[in-house]
């Protein structure tokens, strides 16, 4: 087997007696270098209130690291940002180049000029291109009740239960997902959510809806000849009128 562009890493620092404990990842850390590998890989989704004194003092009794976390502890006085915070401990690794870690911090930084909401949202959509649908259902549920408190974001709320439609149906769940495209197209009135959701429909159970196959046929088929007609009106009236038979039959089939 041939590895190309791999690193390896030899662990020379000390095992921590006791790990660091992530809660919201269920994940322990047992040294310096699994810190900086968590906090490398994880750049665009960690918060700034991960650099706290527990960390801190982990670095301090676990791992030896006394002079880094007085540094630490000194930049939070000087209400120094995370990604300041995160510079530090992977510039004393030593572990990455200048290019790494340049690319790596300007991830942080633009991170930090997000409001707490859009953060939160962008780390649910990491979880969902890394394939992590459990964990990126549980985030942007999350965003959902921050948003509960500003209303007036609809087009985020409506890009998230899109999202989380999306979470659920690449895990076969048609059901659940339809709803939350429902959800999505109804908040939002966008095309992707409302295709999105007929598709769902037509898939519950992974199968077609009983007794509905050769009509969805020929739904579809008319509706790719008026989309390639370029009859903008009759295209959305007949998704319209398609969505309106998928409901029909989903609730004889319920």
């Not at 990604?83 to 180049?97: E, F, N, T």
């Not at 408190?149 to 149906?169: D, F, S």
Request: net charge negative; with cysteine; charged share 35%.
């Amino acid at each position: 087997m041939k590895l190309e562009n791999c690193r390896v890493w030899l662990c020379e620092e000390s095992v921590a007696k006791h790990p660091l404990f992530l809660e919201e990842e269920r994940l322990n850390l047992y040294s310096f270098e699994e810190l900086c590998f968590y906090l490398y890989q994880n750049t665009g989704v960690i918060e700034e209130s991960f650099f706290n004194e527990r960390l801190f003092q982990w670095l301090e009794q676990e791992t030896n690291k006394e002079n880094l976390a007085l540094l630490l502890r000194r930049g939070i006085e000087q209400e120094r940002s995370g990604c300041w915070c995160m510079r530090q401990i992977l510039k004393s690794s030593g572990y990455y180049s200048s290019l790494e870690l340049k690319e790596t911090l300007k991830t942080a930084e633009w991170m930090e000029h997000k409001s707490s909401l859009e953060r939160a949202k962008l780390r649910g959509d990491r979880l969902l291109k890394a394939e992590k649908y459990k964990d990126a259902i549980s985030e942007y549920q999350k965003v959902l009740k921050q948003v509960e408190q500003e209303p007036n974001n609809l087009k985020i709320i409506c890009h998230v239960w899109h999202n989380i439609g999306t979470a659920y149906a690449r895990q076969m769940l048609f059901e659940p997902a339809a709803e939350c495209y429902e959800k999505a197209y109804k908040i939002g009135q966008e095309k992707k959510s409302k295709d999105a959701y007929l598709l769902s429909l037509s898939r519950i159970d992974g199968q077609e809806l009983e007794g509905t196959t050769d009509r969805l046929k020929e739904f579809r088929q008319k509706l790719e000849e008026t989309k390639q007609s370029g009859d903008r009106n009759g295209y959305e009236k007949m998704l319209e009128e398609m969505l309106q038979y998928l409901r029909m039959e989903y609730r004889k089939n319920e």
